[in-house]
């Protein structure tokens, strides 16, 4: 899908199950079920699994995480859901999460193999936590306030608070 098309659904879906803004985002409010979980294995923060027909949406997510890993992770696992529930098997595997923050395997090999997937899984993220007018308006408001404390104002980690703010042009 193109990006466009993906930032614009991302964005409609912020507005339709959280038009206040709230931080962090209201997950409760969107469909399916989120599970927190201690049994994930090291190195994976999360994971989603479908129902037979590719309906529910079950996300696990490592409760160990941090907490703005782990609302990432969830966007993310939303992202695969809405973007590509079509492509996705539904024969009960759960398709998992690599953390990127502690991730110790063959990044190259990931990215090649998963590349596209994952990035548009990350813009839909990115655009659902962090949708732009909210961005623009607290970067304008408290300017000067840095990447750190805009990311805990969005609950997202430093990484992906950087690179939507890069993305929007408001740091280079
Ligand atoms: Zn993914």
Redesign the pocket.
Known sequence: METKKIVSLAERMSAKFNPEGLTPFPFSRMPGMIVETDMLPYDIAGGLLFTKEGGIINIWIDRSRSEERKLYTKA?CFG?YYLHRDNIPNDGQLIV?LDPDTRSYDTAVYKEKFWRT?YE?DLFASALLMPARWVRKVWKELKGIGIGPCSKIFCVPFFEMTMRLKHLGLIE
């Open positions: 993310h695969h999460e994952e899984a």
